[in-house]
């Protein structure tokens, strides 16, 4: 398939997400999202509308098993959003198999914390650089359609 007509959808598969919810105080966590499938992953985080003195941060964590236990990731970890300036924004943070395989990894997860006050807030992960296969098939159960 050609660049010129080739989809983004065909190419970056939706590998995470955390869904767009109030989440009160607390941390939400993707589901175990494989490198061994790609060779990047974004993840977009969105803020809604931030409760009174609301924090929110985001990193990425990994673990050599998709089950195991989970550590942070060096140097990927987002600036905290803070209320006074966080309504309404996005971010995007963004790992390699290289950085994640240098710790030993092979699996990440992607870590919301809401932090004093209920928050919405959600986050969406793209994978990049399929190594095998379509972009469809590494796609999350929830995805209703890529067009």
Known sequence: MSFATEKMGERLPIVG?????????GT??????DMANVRRVAFIVQTGVLGTSATVDFK???????GGTYADVTGRSLTQIVKASGDNKLALLEVTAEQVGAQGWRY???????????????????????RTSEAGEFDLAGVVEIR
């Open 28 to 33: 939400q966590l993707t589901a175990a999202i």
């Open 17 to 25: 997400q955390i869904s767009p919810a109030s989440y009160s105080a």
């Open 60 to 66: 990425i964590t990994g673990s050599a098993t998709s």
């Open 108 to 130: 990440i997860k992607g870590s919301l914390t809401v932090g004093t006050a209920a928050s919405i807030v959600g986050v969406i992960a793209l994978g990049d650089g399929l």
